[in-house]
């Protein structure tokens, strides 16, 4: 009769020795297995990341208001608009990285969703009307030039998932805008990447790149503005100083008190100038135009200073005559009339000198600074 139940366990028993061969080489198939999905995993094509979304944004700028040097910031009126296919919409995430008082901004879409264009991608404008802010540099005022500057940045998206390509075609400004005191130069219209250097505590471990757009003009404040309003004042003063030289130096205290009423007209004439221009801590041009102005007050005084010390000695030398031996009369005489003469070279010297040195310096510091201002614009 056969046997019935479990086979028993022993070591070395075939069953035993089949069961372990089998486990060992289940093991070993598995292993090989595993091994061989990396492989055919590692050799396969790699995911490749998703292209960025690319974004045409444009602008048409309506009229610009109430330029503030002393606060920097404008006033535009604009329209803005975006062109784009694909997920993300990115008229829900923009916003002005230069607006000021955000209350007051007004900004309404042309249409209440997204249009389709017949190329397939998306449209949307806004009509924006807002006060924007950017910095001026004064240190060539009244030959300033300024940049008028519209920022816009998507704050949800960074540059891995959009970018913004300016409108170069459709983009520019209204024909009939012009700018009271100002003359228009240029226009731009570019798109950066905006790297903050920070993660925002994100904890991502890189910094941050956000797409940024931006749109506006460079404005010129006219020549004729320095030649016809800034200078008038400041020449015809330093020439009423300067007359004080054709006149007879005995009238010391006209002399003595003409320069010191001119410093004082310059002081209010340099405050007139510069009462709308916010406190800086640089030189600007119209600086150096009136610290020329004191030097040349100064040394109109100096010099009438040293004209009454002369006339105190020729008055001295007066007073002897009367009183002079026969034999020296002459001799005293002599020695006015050379006091005289000497008077009159120092006078005749130091009018036409001063008054050329006058003119010629305000030339230099006008072109070298010019100069430079253009060398500046051109680098800017």
């Known amino acids: 009769m056969p046997l019935r139940g479990p086979i028993p366990w022993h070591p070395k028993s075939p069953v035993t ?80 990285t230069n607006l000021i008082e955000e209350w007051a901004l007004t900004s309404r879409p042309v249409f209440p969703i997204p249009i389709v264009l017949p190329d397939g991608r998306k449209y949307q404008r806004f009509v924006v009307e807002g006060r924007f802010f950017h910095k001026f540099w004064l240190g060539t005022f009244p030959l300033d030039w300024q940049k ?98 054709f006149v007879d130096p005995r009238y010391v205290d006209a002399r003595l008190g003409t320069p ?12 007139s100038f510069t009462n709308s221009l916010p406190d800086v801590a640089i030189l600007l041009l119209i600086d150096h135009l009136f610290n020329f ?25 007066e007073a002897e005559v009367d009183s002079a031996d026969p034999g020296t009369v002459e001799a005293v005489k002599e020695e006015i009339s050379a006091m005289e003469s000497r008077l009159r070279r120092i006078d005749r010297f130091a009018g036409f000198g001063l008054t050329a040195v006058f003119f010629l310096g305000l030339a230099a510091i006008t072109f070298a600074l010019r100069g430079g201002y253009l060398l500046e614009m051109l680098g800017r």
């Open 293 to 317: 102005s004191y030097t040349i007050i100064f040394l109109c005084l100096v010099v009438c200073i040293w004209t009454t010390r002369l006339v105190s000695r020729l008055e001295k030398l």
């Open 17 to 96: 020795r089949l069961r372990a061969l089998f486990m060992r080489e289940s093991r070993g198939f598995c292993l090989r297995f595993l091994l061989l999905a990396l492989l055919i995993w590692g050799a396969g094509p790699r995911r490749v990341a998703a292209k960025a979304e690319v974004v045409t944004v444009g602008t048409y700028l309506h009229n610009i208001e109430d330029i503030d040097l002393e606060h920097n910031n404008y006033e535009l009126s604009f329209q803005l608009w975006m062109k784009w296919e694909g997920e993300i919409d990115p008229t829900a995430s923009f916003r002005f």
């Open 148 to 245: 008028v500057t519209l920022e816009v940045e998507d704050e949800n998206h960074t540059t891995e998932e959009l970018l913004y390509a300016p409108d170069l075609e459709n983009s520019g400004i209204h024909p009939d805008l012009t700018i009271p005191g100002w003359e228009i130069l240029e226009i731009y219209n570019e798109s950066k990447a905006a790297n903050y250097g920070s993660d925002f505590g994100s904890g991502l471990g890189k910094a941050a790149t956000f797409p940024h757009y931006r749109f506006g003009v460079r404005i010129e404040r006219p020549v004729r503005f320095y030649f016809l309003k800034i200078m008038p004042p400041i020449v015809i003063t330093l020439l009423c100083c300067l007359t004080i030289f």
């Open 260 to 271: 010191i009423a001119v410093l004082l007209a310059e002081v209010f004439l340099q405050l």
